[in-house]
Nanobody
Framework: QVQLVESGGGMVQAGGSLRLSCAASGRTTYAMGWFRQAPGKEREFVAAISWSGGTTYYADSVKGRFTISRDNAKNTVYLQMNSLKPEDTAVYYC?????????????????WGQGTQVTVSS
């Protein structure tokens, strides 16, 4: 099992940037990813990265604006979010799974973090 703790959420104006971090403990040889859930909507996939960091996956809605990366020496995965839009407002959840492809394809992750709020004002 892996335990996940997110940080870095907050409030930002449209066009701004935020970086989310997710610290993992326990078994950390997993692919990692980010999901988000806006009020009244289902949780949706945002991005994922393989354990090696060599393969990444993105939702179409964030391609070119968000970048996922990881530092395995620190057991931490990051989500750099640029050119933020009001529709990016959501609770963002870190997740772990056997493969990034599985997360991107709709499979439920093995573990979830507690979530961090991101609010983008217009």
């Amino acid at each position: 099992q892996v335990q996940l703790v997110e940080s870095g959420g907050g409030m930002v104006q449209a066009g701004g940037s935020l970086r989310l971090s997710c610290a993992a403990s326990g078994r950390t040889t997993y692919a990692m990813g980010w999901f988000r859930q806006a009020p009244g909507k289902e949780r949706e996939f945002v991005a994922a990265i393989s354990w090696s960091g060599g393969t990444t996956y993105y939702a179409d809605s964030v391609k070119g604006r968000f970048t996922i990366s990881r530092d395995n020496a620190k057991n931490t995965v990051y989500l750099q979010m640029n050119s933020l839009k009001p529709e990016d407002t959501a609770v963002y959840y870190c997740a772990a799974a056997r493969t990034g492809q599985a997360m991107a394809g709709g499979s439920s992750p093995t573990s979830w973090g507690q979530g961090t709020q991101v609010t983008v004002s217009s």
